[in-house]
C-alpha cells in the first residue's frame, strides 16, 4: 500500500471515531475521555476494519495498527479493569481466578487462510503482556501432541475458559474456533499453562486408556475438523461437569471437497479424574434423532462469535 493510500485510510479511520463514539449514547465528550476510551475508540474502527473492509491491503493494515493501539492500552495504568464491552471484533476471555484474560481475533486472508492474533493479560502490577503468534500453519508434528510457546501459538479465537486446579498449580482450557479454509472448519481445546510469568500451550492431560485396538496414549490438546456446511459442539458442560464434544462421522461433502466429517448425533467427552481428563467414548446411552445441546455459546444469536451483544432487533 503507497503513502497515498495509508494518508488516506489513517483520515478515514479519524474521521469514523465520532461515529464510533455515537454508538454509546453515554459517552462524554471526546475532550473528556478517559484515555482508555480513546483506546477503545481507535480499536473499535480498527477491529471492524479487520473483519469487514473489502480489501486485504486495508484489512493487514488495520490488523497491524490495532495490535499496536491494543499493546498501549494494556500497558496503561489500570488497564486490566477496563472491560472494552465495544470491541465487537475481539474475543475477552477470563478465567475463574481472573489472574489473567486473553484477548484473540481473527483475520481473514483468502477463503483458504485465516490467521489469528492474541495475547494475554497477567493481572499484575506491572501488567505483564503476553503477545501470541499464531503458527498453526507451520507445526510440523501431530498438533494434538505439541507443546508450544507463545510464539508458536496454535491460532484460535477462544469462546471460554474453564479453570483446572490442581496441588501442582492451575491450568487452564482454552475452548477455540479455527475458520481453517473454506470447506473445513476446526474446534480447539487448548491447555494454557502460566508459571513465573511465562505461558506454554498444550500438556499431556486428555487421557485415552489402552483398548482391544490401540495402547492407553495421551493428547496435548484437542482439535476436532468437521465440515464448514455442520454446526459441531465442543464445550465444557457444568450440568455433567463434562468436556462434551460431537461424535462425527464421515460423509460425503460438497463438490470439491471430498471426505469430511459431520456429527451423528452422539456425544463424546472427556471427566476430570485427578487432574487429568479422562475419555468418554459415549457420554450418552442412546441416539436421540436430535442431539442435546447445552446453554448456546451465542445466547441464541444475541452474541457473536466473540461473546459480545449485538444490537437489539
Not at 479487520?50 to 495490535?67: G, Q
Amino acid at each position: 500500500m503507497n503513502l497515498k493510500k495509508l494518508l488516506l485510510y489513517s483520515f478515514l479511520l479519524l474521521a469514523a471515531l465520532p461515529v464510533c463514539a455515537q454508538e454509546e449514547a453515554a459517552l462524554q465528550p471526546l475532550t473528556e475521555k478517559s484515555e482508555m476510551q480513546l483506546f477503545e475508540d481507535t480499536l473499535a474502527v480498527l477491529g471492524y476494519a479487520v473483519v469487514n473492509d473489502s480489501l486485504p491491503d486495508n484489512r493487514f493494515l488495520a490488523c497491524r495498527e490495532m495490535i499496536v493501539r491494543l499493546k498501549q492500552a494494556l500497558k496503561t495504568p489500570g488497564s486490566f479493569d477496563y472491560p472494552f464491552e465495544r470491541l465487537k471484533s475481539i474475543s475477552i476471555q477470563y478465567p475463574q481466578d481472573s489472574s489473567f484474560r486473553i484477548f484473540s481475533w481473527q483475520l481473514y486472508v483468502d477463503k483458504e487462510e485465516y490467521r489469528y492474533f492474541g495475547a494475554i493479560q497477567l493481572n499484575t502490577p506491572e501488567l505483564n503482556l503476553i503477545p501470541l503468534q499464531d503458527r498453526s500453519f507451520q507445526i510440523s508434528e501431530d498438533p494434538e501432541k505439541a507443546v508450544l510457546k507463545p510464539e508458536e501459538w496454535y491460532g484460535a479465537v477462544y469462546y471460554n475458559v474453564k479453570q483446572v486446579d490442581t496441588p501442582q498449580g492451575p491450568y487452564y482450557l482454552l475452548f477455540g474456533f479455527d475458520g481453517y479454509s473454506f470447506y473445513y472448519k476446526r474446534k480447539v481445546i487448548d491447555v494454557l499453562r502460566i508459571q513465573n510469568g511465562q505461558a506454554t500451550f498444550g500438556a499431556p492431560v486428555f487421557y485415552h486408556p489402552a483398548t482391544q485396538d490401540s495402547p492407553e496414549f495421551a493428547k496435548a490438546r484437542i482439535v476436532r475438523e468437521y465440515s464448514a456446511a455442520a454446526t459441531v459442539k465442543v464445550n465444557y458442560d457444568p450440568t455433567y461437569e463434562i468436556i462434551m464434544f460431537d461424535h462425527l462421522v464421515p460423509g460425503g461433502g460438497q463438490y470439491g471437497e471430498g471426505i469430511t466429517y459431520y456429527p451423528d448425533g452422539s456425544y463424546e467427552g472427556y471427566n476430570l479424574q485427578n487432574g487429568r481428563w479422562l475419555y468418554i467414548e459415549k457420554v450418552f446411552d442412546q441416539m436421540s434423532a436430535e442431539a442435546p445441546r447445552d446453554y448456546p455459546i451465542l445466547d441464541q444469536r444475541e452474541k457473536n462469535i466473540f461473546g459480545k451483544k449485538g444490537k437489539n432487533r
